[in-house]
């Protein structure tokens, strides 16, 4: 069963800029297509970016696009959120999310569809 360890999370000002990383235990990371997510109180948990198993497909909220940038180092068993021009809006818990799939290709970005979750780390953006 794959660990997700998140990492990166923290405070900063608006229109600064944050990287998350998530390590996952698994050998075999490169067949797990990885996504993040985040979360806030009161609320379900959102999507924000994934990407497949190969890095050569990505998806993102419309709410993050042109700002987040979602990468994976699979020699490194390793996924990153880069998050630039944050605001208010982004503070949230962020979860690492990973999904074990046949498919090279394809992006999920459904919180059903992963299996595999990290423990989450606060990211606080303020104004």
């Known amino acids: 069963q794959v660990q997700l360890v998140e990492s990166g999370g923290g405070s900063v000002q608006a229109g600064g800029s944050l990287r998350l990383s998530c390590a996952a235990s698994?050998?075999?990371?490169?067949?797990?297509?990885m996504g993040w997510f985040r979360q806030t109180p009161g609320k379900e948990r959102e999507f924000v970016a994934a990407?497949?198993?190969?890095?050569?497909?990505?998806d993102y909220a419309d709410s993050v696009k042109g700002r987040f940038t979602i990468s994976r180092d699979n020699a490194k068993n390793t996924v990153y959120l880069q998050m630039n021009s944050l605001q208010p809006e982004d503070t949230a818990v962020y979860y690492c999310?990973?999904?074990?799939?046949?498919?090279?290709?394809?992006?999920?970005?459904?919180?059903?569809?992963?299996?595999?979750w990290g423990q989450g780390t606060q990211v606080t953006v303020s104004s």
């Open positions: 698994e050998r075999t990371f490169s067949n797990y297509g």
């Open positions: 999310a990973g999904r074990p799939t046949l498919s090279v290709r394809r992006v999920a970005v459904g919180v059903n569809d992963y299996s595999f």
């Open positions: 990407i497949s198993r190969s890095g050569g497909s990505t």
